[in-house]
């Protein structure tokens, strides 16, 4: 009876595999990287697996959307090794991260809220250390969003320096709250072109649901990934 039962709980590979898409090479992938418990061998060599395997692979599965790839393999590995208390610090961390990008998405509509008219000169000039110190990033940053489209400043013509003029550092400013956001400087670069072209903030609007979109997905698919590893540390018992 026991045998039988043994028997019948076995998977190979391809078990496991077919019920995601997967190839049977990513099973194997997944073990070595410390995905899934070590796999048992028939005395032939041939790697079987049992429902804890299925279980495991389920709960990385569900970690991936709301954790990323790098921090839901993490996770698993640390539960594998029983080292639970590393997983709960690295979802720890995941939801930090969440919360401090909420921050940053009200940070942005604050800071839409609060620009006012834009000139082209006057007092808001500044060159390019001043204003990478202010937006706590490095001036090369500041030149490569020059080469990608998204600040113009001008140059001083007595000495080549770098001048930005207020409509610069409000393009700087929005530029550098969206790529926190995890937006690509290429969906970046049109948005601010529109900003400029119209006068005005409404292309941002869309952007703006989309990213309060992003983050409920976020939330929702952290939830989902919490429920399987649940399951899955219960299992393991």
């Known amino acids: 009876m026991g045998r039988n039962l043994k028997t019948a709980d076995r998977l190979r590979p391809v078990d496991l595999a077919r019920g995601h898409g997967l190839s049977t090479q990513a099973i194997r992938n ?10 048992d061998r028939t005395p032939h060599g041939y790697r079987t697996y049992t429902p804890l395997h299925a279980s495991a692979l389920g709960a990385f599965l569900a970690l991936v959307p709301g954790h990323g790839h ?4 993490a996770i698993m590995r640390a539960v594998n090794e029983d080292v639970a208390e590393e997983a709960f610090r690295l979802i720890d961390e995941s939801h930090a991260q969440l919360l401090d990008d ?3 998405l009200q ?5 839409l809220r609060d ?13 390019i250390g001043p204003l990478a110190a202010k937006l706590g990033i490095r001036p090369a940053t500041l030149r490569k969003w020059e080469r990608a489209g998204l600040v113009h400043p001008r140059r001083d013509p007595r000495t080549g320096y770098r001048v930005y003029d207020e409509a610069d550092v409000r393009d700087a400013r929005l530029a550098h709250q969206l790529r926190r956001g995890g937006y690509l400087l290429e969906q970046i670069a049109p948005l601010i072109a529109r900003v400029r072209e119209a006068g005005g903030l409404e292309p941002l609007e869309a952007a703006l649901v989309d990213w309060h979109g992003r983050l409920s997905a ?6 989902a990934g919490a429920a399987h590893l649940e399951s899955y540390l219960r299992e393991r018992g």
């Open 102 to 104: 909420r921050r940053t």
């Open 70 to 73: 790098a921090t839901a393999t």
């Open 30 to 39: 997944y073990e070595a990287a410390g995905i899934l418990p070590a796999a």
């Open 115 to 127: 620009l006012g008219p834009v000139t082209e000169s006057g007092p808001g000039a500044t060159f």
């Open 218 to 223: 976020r939330a929702r698919s952290m939830l």
């Open 107 to 111: 940070a942005v509509e604050s800071a």
